[in-house]
């Protein structure tokens, strides 16, 4: 199992604050400081913080009589404080296509996976004329994917694409074929025009992958 999330500014409170709300759901402050066996304000004082950050949100509960309750819950931004095994669930994925179907069978699998993102691709780089509004919408892409993506002119006509993170690192290890098909899409997307070659990549110890992108010479 992965590990959790350091929290930021951590301490017991907090943690405690966030594995009540994660178990039980939305609740009322005094009632998350009656289980921490702390006061009320100081529960508050940590969940404005946590507010603050995104990392949790009140709401407004009606009630028959009185005045209606805020309640604290977790948003979407906690879950990476809690353990993720995303990375070992694809690992161990991998591992069995490649048992179940061999190394022909994943190849067509990754193909399969290549084409899939080359057509959603292509749905957004195709309203793009310049190589250069096509390669930023390719980073644009990218970075939504949590690739960190940017694009740098260094010369007329050429560029480099960096890749500041890689978000499927563990898998890209264990299958290198994935690191292969992304390069085979970024050819297929950019279009015949254009030359592209990785300089960079985290793989081989670098700190992002990189590469270098031009138009093709004219024979």
Not at 35 to 49: F, I, N, P, S
Not at 50 to 68: D, H
Not at 73 to 78: E, G
Not at 183 to 189: A, G, K, N, S
Request: hydrophobic fraction near 40%; aromatic fraction near 4%; charged fraction near 25%.
């Amino acid at each position: 199992m992965a590990k959790a999330t350091k929290i930021p500014e951590s301490g017991t409170t907090r943690r405690g604050l966030l594995d009540c709300l994660k178990r039980g759901g939305a609740q009322e402050a005094g009632a998350l400081a009656q289980h921490l066996g702390v006061t009320a304000m100081a529960v508050r004082q940590h969940l404005y913080a946590l507010e603050a950050e995104g990392i949790v949100a009140a709401t407004q509960e009606p009630r028959p009589l009185g005045r209606p309750v805020k309640l604290w819950a977790l948003t979407a931004s906690a879950e990476p404080f809690f353990p993720d095994g995303h990375a070992e669930l694809t690992l161990g994925l991998l591992d069995a296509m490649g048992t179940a179907f061999g190394a022909k069978g994943l190849d067509k699998l990754l193909a399969a996976r290549t084409k899939a993102q080359g057509q959603a691709y292509a749905a957004r780089l195709t309203r793009h004329k310049t190589l250069k509004r096509r390669l930023q919408a390719l980073a644009d892409i990218r970075s939504e994917e949590g690739y960190m993506a940017e694009v740098r002119a260094t010369g007329r006509g050429q560029y480099l694409l960096l890749e500041n993170h890689c978000p499927i690192c563990a898998a890209a290890q264990a299958c290198r074929g994935l690191c292969r098909s992304e390069l085979d899409l970024f050819r297929e997307v950019l279009g015949p025009g254009v030359d592209i070659e990785r300089v960079d990549h985290i793989l081989t110890g670098a700190r992002r992958c990189s590469y270098r992108v031009r138009r093709a010479e004219k024979i």
